[in-house]
């Protein structure tokens, strides 16, 4: 029977770059001495190596096989664990991904990086002693006579839950020589008892080879916690005699896989070594040579994974308690709902209280199963988070800078499609704070602070959202340089005024930066602007607080998922738009002592100690509306990257939860709108894009500055947005 093993590769990708990260992760915290990390290293990465041969991934497997071998080592106590060989591996780390990653996206990898790699990797080992042990131990072999072993492997009835085939393991074993095996049922319950998620065979193989008992073991490593293993070596005859020349021999193998006769097993007990070669009941000769073996051609078969194995549709691992939290919610409405039919085939008016309750009772279900749906793209933040302890490692050594990570609150979950976008901007904000907020040791020591400085990383919930910070103890932001550079560059008059929000609003600026010096790390200007826009395209912001000397604090707010929003229903004349809740500062009845009108058309209200301009949203989508006068419409006021503006609307409507609909992919993108909804009565409501619609008033705000009458006035409206 043929075995698809293409259908596998998703998983082993998926499994493979987890392996990466748990591999990644260890050696950052590997501790002279500690074992147990070490053994959990070189399982990853030998788990890595056999699904890379399995699939035919061969340039991973050659490679991964180098990392393997000096992790062997450390782990055996052959050699000392050094900061120099924890290096070579982190990088071996980057080009085992890189070469998956080329795998799975059926494209090419930097083969100069690898084989650089690949050529430290050799370097460490030793290739000279490298092969003087093989040779050794092949001569120990030859020596003591082995020509192969007996296997006696008996799995935990678990294996196949954890992933494990055994099939794999005896394809494995086939490249090493002739394998013949049979398998014990005597374990094998009656039909009606399986359970088709264990596994109740145990096998005894023949493996006929010239590889030494440590392959063999090798092979098995996979999974020596959930099995009994037992070699015995098989001694080659010392003459030849009319007994071993009817036992098949190894330079003769078979070239397919059959299914021999059975024959009666002698008592075990009685079993000489040439019993052992006779061919056991119902065996299977597994020869690597053969090129119609439908298990091991499969293996050495070179699989296209553009269409395969690159994760296009992407899939999410969800806990079980989800996954019955959602049939549960799925068997309450079927119940609802064959109550409603009920109903519904021979209504009454007496009937009316029970519809409601029935009616009440689907909304609430369909609210929980809602939530539950969600919950589902919920992942731990630490799937974000995990990358950073090496990028500060990194760094570290880039700047010779003395600093640490710290995590906090990496359970946090959020939506999977809001954490893949906001990887980036973490990533730019993180570099940014070790190269230019962390001094050097001996500058940290004169101002009395530690010599290691502290980034921080830290991820919580308040409100419907998520709030991200990333704090580190560094110089902070030097309010006055960044005027100056601001002046420079024509972004700001040099008698300009601004709040604390302001100036750190222009580090935002596109190609701004105070660098003295362009490193490999920063200086350029590019990524900041970048990190604005990206978390504004989350439906996001970001707020900025520093302290000269003391560290600097940037704080990302992000909606929890992309795919519903919290909203406030507003009607401006016959429409229906809906304004983000996490946009809106508050909502008021306009006191006309409060109007300010300025130049230009520009209308001011005064909101405590701000001057918040407002923007009526009839005029901004050309609506008609009976509610043209300011005095008798509604203000919402809302905030976006610490600018106010005060949106004109005719009516307040209710706050609910809406499903966002994209209007880019359904129709074009439309200026100071996000997306829309279908709203209960079936209509469409626009959704309102408010820091696009800042933007557009800030711009009108700029024109109003310029406006001047042509001989009639001089005067200059000042709007401060």
Known sequence: MSIDLSQFIPSFLEESFEGLELMESGLLDLQRGDNETIHSIFRAAH???????????????EFTHLVETLLDEMRDGRREVS?????????????MRLLIEAARDDEEYDQDKVEQTSKRLAETLGDEQTSADESRSKTDVEANNVCGYTINFIPEHSLAKTGNDPIFLFSALAELGQLTLSADTQDLPALKDIDAQELYLSWQLTLYTEADEAEIIEIFEWVEDECLLELVPIKAPSTTSANTSSTESPSSPSSTLTNNEQQTEPDSSQKSTQDIEQPPKAELVIDSTAEDNNITSKTKTKTKTKDKGKAEVGSIRVGVDKVDSLINLVGELVITQSMLSELGNDFEMEKVERLTSGLEQLLQNTKELQESVMRIRMLPISFAFNRFPRLVHDLAIKTGKEMELVIK????ELDKTVMEQIGDPLVHLVRNAADHGIELGDVRVA???????TISLDAYHQGGNIVIEINDDGAGINRETVLAKAVEKGLIEANAILTDSQVYDLLFEPGFSTAAEVTDISGRGVGMDVVKRNIQSLGGRIQVKSTLGKGSSFKVHLPLTLAILDGQLVKVGTETYIIPLIAIVESLQIDNKLINRVSGDMVLYRLRDDNVPILPIYQLFNLATECTEIDKALLVV???????????VDDLLAQQQVVIKS??????????ISGATILGDGS??????????????LEQA??????????????TAEVCL
């Open 409 to 412: 609150g990496e359970q946090t």
């Open 702 to 715: 700029q024109q109003a500055q310029r406006v001047k009458t042509d001989g009639n006035s001089s005067v």
């Open 684 to 697: 469409v409501a626009m959704i309102l894009d408010i820091p696009g619609i800042i933007h557009m008033a």
């Open 83 to 95: 900061s120099k060989d924890t290096e070579i591996l982190l990088d071996s780390v980057d080009c």
């Open 638 to 648: 809302v905030e976006a990257d610490g600018q106010k503006i005060g949106l004109m």
């Open 47 to 61: 788990s890595i190596k056999g699904g890379a041969g399995t699939f035919g991934f061969d340039n991973v497997t």
């Open 663 to 672: 209007l880019k992919d359904n129709y074009q993108q439309v200026a100071g």
């Open 447 to 453: 101002n009395g602070k530690p010599r290691k400085g």
